[in-house]
């Protein structure tokens, strides 16, 4: 059945000179094939573009200036056989530079969820907010930045630095916000390795970092959520502003149409991120569309036609993938006879569009309250008993900000002009890791939207203490505030502020820290909180013994302070775990600061990725370094007990379940299609054992032979009573077994021998058996 194949040995190919790395040439520019669920829109598309000049066509594949609206991009318009052309928008957590708009909780805050039927709820009502406004693409959602270095400044607009979770979580909101009718943009690290916003763009002469990354460790970490992002049907996708293997991501034809078009078979389009194209060659490359203007392209490209630098055919087949993708997902309908109809220039009178769909609440407030990871209880000093007599609030991050901005950016006082600031001083300016200026529920810049109102924690506290009677001290600017001696709890707000455009200066911020110690110092129960834009260590803190609990609270949207209440009073039960490893230190971080901080001068910041998949967890396991709260870790209130793990070969009716389980399968290649059959089922029981219901979520890792000790390949959030249990099911598919074969350029199952592991958290392993995968 499968052929056999030799175990190829698995190390990542170290790079030489880095600034010798190329990428190879692929041309040409494979068409789109219109196969499997693209049939219908290709037909459709086809019998439209064959209709069209090639002025036309040319027109359908670049940006226009307007100000009939505030899209980020509009696309060209066919006028003569009524194309209305697309409105454009950021971006991943709701609609952004308008009104009446939903504030969802950040895509860092979803991965902490680990719950798909939320995030798949939450692609479905933000895009009808999307399409509301008349926004043909929304721009995300973001599997990357994974979040190579911890410092990176967009890390919170993607779900996780694992590549599963990232994948599972990009593919339930694509299939979301497709099922309500919006063209997804999968930024995969925006295509691809777009890991760092230190040099991330050409700026004076200095080029973009250049992330060189072997073919091992593209496929197997950065391009993995991608591939759950083409097979959950994402009609678009962006490539990046930085190099790879010093080609820019927007012309590598190696990228665009040898591994997207080629190998993946994607059939929607590559749009770029904006003014990310060099030259007109990127059409040849397999650049799909230009924006926000006409690049090099418009005109140029009906030129360029015309003296054989770039076939006709190749521009049918841009104008038919973006037809396709409009088609794929319905829009040829009355509501987008005008695109961008509800995104109006707020400055000027208009009448707002409420794009805000009732039934979505429930899964706004859901949302805010699961990404919520709880990662020190001592006592069970939470959630408060009865009504507290007296509470007691500090921290800048507990008010709501003074003012309220459509862009988080300005809020914090950052311009683009210092963004090019950092390019032409070599060095990226410092700023303060935290955002003093109040709470934060969402990062900074593109990924960042107005809330309609914001549930600030300090005024949800005291709403509550209103309806209890509870006495609420709070002091929000003093650094060395007094505490009243009779308080019951004292609650700290603390924050870890990031944003498009910069990276991080570090994990930790002193000021931070030093007002949880002087609350802890007399404050026998202080309950720190701290909203992230990624990992904030807390080692300066987290063994005091009057700090009996600790919230990463990370970025909940519009509805922080009634979700965290919930929580803190037992209304609703923590359910998240981390999406990522909060070391003990920064420097146990595999890869810390990002490439080129620092080098003064340079022209050609490389980046080398020699660290290959070994990151996070990954690479703290290999290298038995002990994080502070591992990836996949959270509290609950109550406690599991895990039993009867059973493996079992794919259609085998036996499965082996005694203590040590150990099943069979066949080693081999996996190409094609079959790369997603499920070849081996997993399950174990989850039961629990406390006394008040509450989530788990109950992950599997496997170890692949040559590759990491431990790698996540499956997880199920689970809701039970206390007393109840229930048997948890992984199905593993060839893909989840696979390696990436450099030589043969594919996929293969090797032989040997594969743990499995069930368990709480990628530490917290309670179950272990084995796939045997022999010739
Ligand atoms: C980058 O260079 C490495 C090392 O030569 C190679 O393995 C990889 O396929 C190249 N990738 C791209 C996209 O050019
Ligand atoms: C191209 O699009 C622009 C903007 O929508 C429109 O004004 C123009 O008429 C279009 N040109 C052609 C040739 O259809
Ligand atoms: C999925 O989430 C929605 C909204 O929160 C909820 O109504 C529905 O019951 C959930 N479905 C499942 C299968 O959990
Ligand atoms: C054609 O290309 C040149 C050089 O890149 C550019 O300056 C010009 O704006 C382009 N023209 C159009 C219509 O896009
Ligand atoms: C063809 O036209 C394009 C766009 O104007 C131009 O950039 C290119 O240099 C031309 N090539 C030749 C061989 O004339
Ligand atoms: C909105 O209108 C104001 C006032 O006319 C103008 O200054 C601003 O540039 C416009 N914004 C956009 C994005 O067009
Ligand atoms: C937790 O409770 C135990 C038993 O009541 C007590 O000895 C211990 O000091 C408490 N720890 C803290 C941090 O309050
Ligand atoms: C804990 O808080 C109490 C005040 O309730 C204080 O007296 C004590 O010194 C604090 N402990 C530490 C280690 O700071
Ligand atoms: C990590 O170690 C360095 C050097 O000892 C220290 O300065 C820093 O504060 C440590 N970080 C944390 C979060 O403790
Ligand atoms: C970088 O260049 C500037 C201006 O030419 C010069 O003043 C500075 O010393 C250089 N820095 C380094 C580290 O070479
Ligand atoms: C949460 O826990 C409380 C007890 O602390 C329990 O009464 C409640 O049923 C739980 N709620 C949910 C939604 O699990």
Same mark, same amino acid.
């Given at each position: 059945?499968?052929?056999?194949?030799?175990?190829?040995?698995?190390?990542?190919?170290?790079?030489?000179?880095?600034?010798?790395?190329?990428?190879?040439?692929?041309?040409?520019?494979?068409?789109?094939?219109?196969?499997?669920?693209?049939?219908?829109?290709?037909?459709?598309?086809?019998?439209?573009?064959?209709?069209?000049?090639?002025?036309?066509?040319?027109?359908?594949?670049?940006?226009?200036?307007?100000?009939?609206?505030?899209?980020?991009?509009?696309?060209?318009?066919?006028?003569?056989?009524?194309?209305?052309?697309?409105?454009?928008?950021?971006?991943?957590?709701?609609?952004?530079?308008?009104?009446?708009?939903?504030?969802?909780?950040?895509?860092?805050?979803?991965?902490?969820?680990?719950?798909?039927?939320?995030?798949?709820?939450?692609?479905?009502?933000?895009?009808?907010?999307?399409?509301?406004?008349?926004?043909?693409?929304?721009?995300?959602?973001?599997?990357?930045?994974?979040?190579?270095?911890?410092?990176?400044?967009?890390?919170?607009?993607?779900?996780?630095?694992?590549?599963?979770?990232?994948?599972?979580?990009?593919?339930?909101?694509?299939?979301?916000?497709?099922?309500?009718?919006?063209?997804?943009?999968?930024?995969?690290?925006?295509?691809?390795?777009?890991?760092?916003?230190?040099?991330?763009?050409?700026?004076?002469?200095?080029?973009?970092?250049?992330?060189?990354?072997?073919?091992?460790?593209?496929?197997?970490?950065?391009?993995?959520?991608?591939?759950?992002?083409?097979?959950?049907?994402?009609?678009?996708?962006?490539?990046?502003?930085?190099?790879?293997?010093?080609?820019?991501?927007?012309?590598?034809?190696?990228?665009?149409?040898?591994?997207?078009?080629?190998?993946?078979?994607?059939?929607?389009?590559?749009?770029?991120?904006?003014?990310?194209?060099?030259?007109?060659?990127?059409?040849?490359?397999?650049?799909?569309?230009?924006?926000?203007?006409?690049?090099?392209?418009?005109?140029?490209?009906?030129?360029?036609?015309?003296?054989?630098?770039?076939?006709?055919?190749?521009?049918?087949?841009?104008?038919?993938?973006?037809?396709?993708?409009?088609?794929?997902?319905?829009?040829?309908?009355?509501?987008?006879?005008?695109?961008?109809?509800?995104?109006?220039?707020?400055?000027?009178?208009?009448?707002?569009?409420? &794009?805000?769909?009732?039934?979505?609440?429930?899964? /706004?407030? !859901?949302? +805010?309250?699961?990404?919520? #990871? =709880?990662?020190?209880?001592?006592?069970?000093?939470?959630?408060?008993?009865?009504?507290?007599?007296?509470?007691?609030?500090?921290?800048?991050?507990?008010?709501?900000?003074?003012?309220?901005?459509?862009?988080?950016?300005?809020?914090?006082?950052?311009?683009?002009?210092?963004?090019?600031?950092?390019?032409?001083?070599?060095?990226?300016?410092?700023?303060?890791?935290?955002?003093?200026?109040?709470?934060?529920?969402?990062?900074?810049?593109?990924?960042?939207?107005?809330?309609?109102?914001?549930?600030?924690?300090?005024?949800?506290?005291?709403?509550?203490?209103?309806?209890?009677?509870?006495?609420?001290?709070?002091?929000?600017?003093?650094?060395?505030?007094?505490?009243?001696?009779?308080?019951?709890?004292?609650?700290?707000?603390?924050?870890?502020? &990031?944003?498009?455009?910069?990276?991080?200066?570090? /994990?930790? !911020?002193? +000021?931070?820290?030093?007002? #949880? =110690?002087?609350?802890?110092?007399?404050?026998?129960?202080?309950?720190?909180?701290?909203?992230?834009?990624?990992?904030?260590?807390?080692?300066?803190?987290?063994?005091?013994?009057?700090?009996?609990?600790?919230?990463?609270?990370?970025?909940?949207?519009?509805?922080?302070?009634?979700?965290?209440?919930?929580?803190?009073?037992?209304?609703?039960?923590?359910?998240?775990?981390?999406?990522?490893?909060?070391?003990?230190?920064?420097?146990?971080?595999?890869?810390?600061?990002?490439?080129?901080?620092?080098?003064?001068?340079?022209?050609?910041?490389?980046?080398?990725?020699?660290?290959?998949?070994?990151?996070?967890?990954?690479?703290?396991?290999?290298?038995?370094?002990?994080?502070?709260?591992?990836?996949?870790?959270?509290?609950?209130?109550?406690?599991?007990?895990?039993?009867?793990?059973?493996?079992?070969?794919?259609?085998?009716?036996?499965?082996?379940?005694?203590?040590?389980?150990?099943?069979?399968?066949?080693?081999?290649?996996?190409?094609?299609?079959?790369?997603?059959?499920?070849?081996?089922?997993?399950?174990?029981?989850?039961?629990?054992?406390?006394?008040?219901?509450?989530?788990?979520?109950?992950?599997?890792?496997?170890?692949?032979?040559?590759?990491?000790?431990?790698?996540?390949?499956?997880?199920?959030?689970?809701?039970?009573?206390?007393?109840?249990?229930?048997?948890?099911?992984?199905?593993?598919?060839?893909?989840?077994?696979?390696?990436?074969?450099?030589?043969?350029?594919?996929?293969?199952?090797?032989?040997?021998?594969?743990?499995?592991?069930?368990?709480?958290?990628?530490?917290?392993?309670?179950?272990?058996?084995?796939?045997?995968?022999?010739?």
């Amino acid at each position: 059945m499968w052929s056999t194949t030799l175990a190829l040995a698995a190390l990542a190919l170290p790079l030489g000179a880095s600034a010798a790395a190329v990428s190879p040439d692929v041309y040409p520019s494979p068409p789109g094939q219109g196969n499997g669920r693209w049939a219908g829109a290709y037909a459709s598309a086809r019998k439209l573009v064959a209709q069209m000049t090639l002025e036309e066509k040319v027109n359908v594949t670049r940006g226009f200036k307007t100000t009939e609206n505030v899209c980020a991009g509009n696309s060209g318009s066919v006028p003569r056989i009524g194309w209305p052309g697309m409105c454009l928008h950021d971006a991943g957590n709701g609609v952004r530079a308008t009104d009446m708009v939903s504030a969802w909780a950040s895509g860092l805050h979803v991965g902490a969820s680990w719950d798909r039927n939320l995030t798949y709820q939450r692609g479905v009502y933000m895009a009808k907010e999307f399409r509301a406004k008349g926004v043909n693409i929304a721009l995300g959602p973001n599997a990357g930045p994974l979040g190579r270095t911890p410092l990176g400044g967009r890390n919170w607009e993607g779900f996780s630095v694992d590549p599963y979770l990232s994948g599972q979580l990009n593919a339930e909101t694509i299939t979301g916000y497709q099922d309500a009718g919006v063209i997804a943009n999968i930024k995969v690290q925006h295509f691809i390795a777009n890991e760092q916003e230190t040099y991330r763009r050409p700026y004076f002469g200095v080029e973009a970092a250049s992330s060189n990354v072997d073919d091992k460790t593209l496929h197997e970490y950065y391009l993995w959520p991608f591939m759950d992002g083409v097979r959950a049907g994402v009609a678009s996708v962006m490539c990046s502003y930085n190099r790879i293997n010093n080609t820019y991501g927007c012309e590598n034809s190696k990228l665009m149409n040898g591994i997207l078009k080629s190998e993946l078979a994607f059939d929607g389009f590559v749009m770029l991120d904006w003014n990310a194209q060099h030259n007109l060659q990127s059409a040849n490359g397999g650049l799909d569309m230009v924006m926000p203007y006409g690049g090099s392209w418009g005109d140029n490209l009906t030129h360029a036609v015309q003296n054989g630098t770039v076939k006709e055919k190749r521009v049918t087949d841009m104008a038919t993938r973006i037809l396709a993708a409009w088609y794929l997902v319905g829009q040829d309908t009355p509501d987008f006879r005008v695109p961008g109809a509800g995104m109006k220039n707020l400055s000027l009178p208009h009448e707002p569009v409420d &794009a805000r769909v009732p039934a979505s609440k429930p899964v /706004l407030l !859901d949302g +805010a309250v699961a990404g919520h #990871v =709880l990662v020190k209880n001592v006592n069970h000093s939470l959630p408060f008993r009865g009504k507290p007599k007296m509470l007691s609030v500090y921290g800048y991050d507990a008010a709501p900000p003074p003012t309220k901005n459509i862009d988080t950016l300005f809020q914090l006082g950052y311009t683009s002009s210092q963004e090019m600031g950092q390019a032409v001083l070599g060095t990226p300016r410092r700023f303060d890791q935290a955002a003093r200026g109040g709470t934060i529920t969402t990062g900074g810049r593109a990924g960042a939207n107005a809330p309609p109102y914001m549930s600030d924690p300090l005024s949800a506290i005291q709403h509550r203490a209103a309806a209890d009677g509870t006495w609420v001290n709070w002091d929000v600017t003093s650094t060395t505030p007094d505490v009243n001696g009779a308080t019951e709890a004292c609650l700290v707000f603390i924050n870890a502020i &990031a944003t498009e455009g910069w990276d991080r200066t570090g /994990l930790h !911020d002193d +000021a931070s820290d030093a007002l #949880v =110690l002087h609350v802890a110092a007399r404050c026998a129960r202080t309950v720190v909180v701290v909203h992230a834009a990624g990992v904030r260590l807390v080692d300066r803190w987290i063994d005091h013994p009057n700090v009996t609990a600790t919230i990463l609270a990370h970025l909940p949207g519009q509805d922080s302070g009634t979700a965290l209440v919930r929580l803190l009073y037992g209304d609703d039960n923590f359910s998240g775990r981390l999406p990522y490893t909060v070391a003990r230190n920064e420097s146990d971080y595999p890869v810390y600061e990002p490439c080129g901080r620092g080098a003064d001068n340079t022209t050609e910041p490389q980046c080398d990725y020699t660290e290959g998949v070994y990151l996070d967890y990954r690479a703290f396991d290999a290298n038995n370094v002990t994080p502070r709260f591992e990836f996949g870790y959270g509290l609950s209130y109550t406690t599991f007990k895990y039993s009867a793990l059973a493996l079992s070969p794919s259609g085998s009716k036996s499965s082996s379940s005694s203590s040590s389980p150990t099943s069979l399968l066949r080693a081999g290649s996996s190409g094609g299609a079959r790369l997603w059959d499920v070849v081996a089922h997993v399950e174990a029981t989850v039961a629990n054992t406390g006394r008040v219901a509450g989530h788990e979520v109950a992950q599997l890792y496997v170890g692949i032979p040559g590759a990491p000790p431990k790698q996540l390949r499956g997880f199920e959030k689970v809701w039970l009573r206390p007393g109840a249990e229930v048997t948890v099911r992984f199905g593993l598919t060839r893909r989840d077994l696979s390696v990436w074969d450099v030589v043969r350029q594919r996929w293969v199952v090797q032989e040997g021998r594969y743990p499995v592991y069930v368990g709480a958290s990628s530490r917290d392993i309670r179950l272990t058996g084995a796939l045997v995968i022999h010739k």
